[in-house]
């Protein structure tokens, strides 16, 4: 089962994928994201085809593999396998060209597209993700208020923070943009905001924000408080 949610409104995508995914997801359940920095060749096709024989298997999102060319390239060649698994994967990405628009389309009805009409005049959620690089707790939390004055979910806060941790760990790991798989500009204002944090300090930010996230969706805790306590904690 594949479901696809795509485009240049990207608030809104992520929005509605998650929307759709809480519609979806059953008691204890999880979900488990599969993103371009953790990708394994092979990945997909496997899961595809897995047989869970105790409990219930998690739903998987795919978070922008066109992050990275190879993995991206693999996704599109396993899309059938996808649409006819019987496991349900819900693929997030940004705005698709023709060609691939088309190939998605072959493959799965379930194709959702949002797009930024006229000026843009909600909440900048990226500027959370300029006061977290330069370690800026209060304004974060500032902004976390406005946000949520704004009307935007936890949900849609964790994507963008998310997103920010993920290119920090990435300028990390690698040496250059194009080996990293993303723009120019993130990249290198990644790299420089480096010398803010500590030694394994981004990753133990990035397991916690992930751990509130399932925790909240499977209903262990209030994800808007725990959201809050580790803006203001880390």
């Known amino acids: 089962m594949l479901t696809v949610f795509y485009g240049n409104d990207q608030i809104k995508v ?23 920095d953790n990708y394994e060749a092979g990945q997909l096709l496997n899961l595809s085809s897995a047989t869970v024989l105790f409990g219930t298997s998690p739903i998987y999102l795919i978070d922008t593999l066109s992050n990275r060319a190879d993995s991206y390239e693999e996704l599109l060649e396993t899309l059938e396998s996808l649409a006819t698994s019987t496991e349900i994967f819900v693929i997030i990405e940004k705005d698709l060209n023709a060609s691939d628009k088309k190939h998605f389309a072959k493959q799965t009805d379930n194709l959702n597209e949002y797009k930024k009409v006229g000026v843009e005049t909600r909440f900048n959620v990226f500027a959370m993700a300029e006061a977290l690089v330069n370690k800026d707790k209060r304004q974060l939390w500032v902004l976390l208020q406005e946000a949520k004055r704004n009307g935007l979910s936890a949900e849609e806060i964790i994507g963008t923070l998310w997103w920010q941790l993920k290119t920090l760990r990435l300028a990390i790991l690698t040496k250059s943009a194009e080996e990293a798989g993303v723009k120019d500009f993130p990249y290198n204002k990644a790299k ?22 399932h925790d909240g969706h499977a209903g262990k805790c209030d994800i808007d408080l725990v959201l809050e306590e580790w803006v203001l904690r880390g």
Do not use: W
């Open 192 to 213: 420089r905001a480096l010398k803010n944090f500590k030694d394994g300090e981004i990753e133990s930010l990035s397991f916690k924000l992930l751990n509130l996230y």
């Open 14 to 36: 992520r929005s509605e994928a998650h929307k759709y995914i809480d519609s979806l997801i059953k008691e204890g359940q999880t979900v488990v994201r599969i993103e371009s």
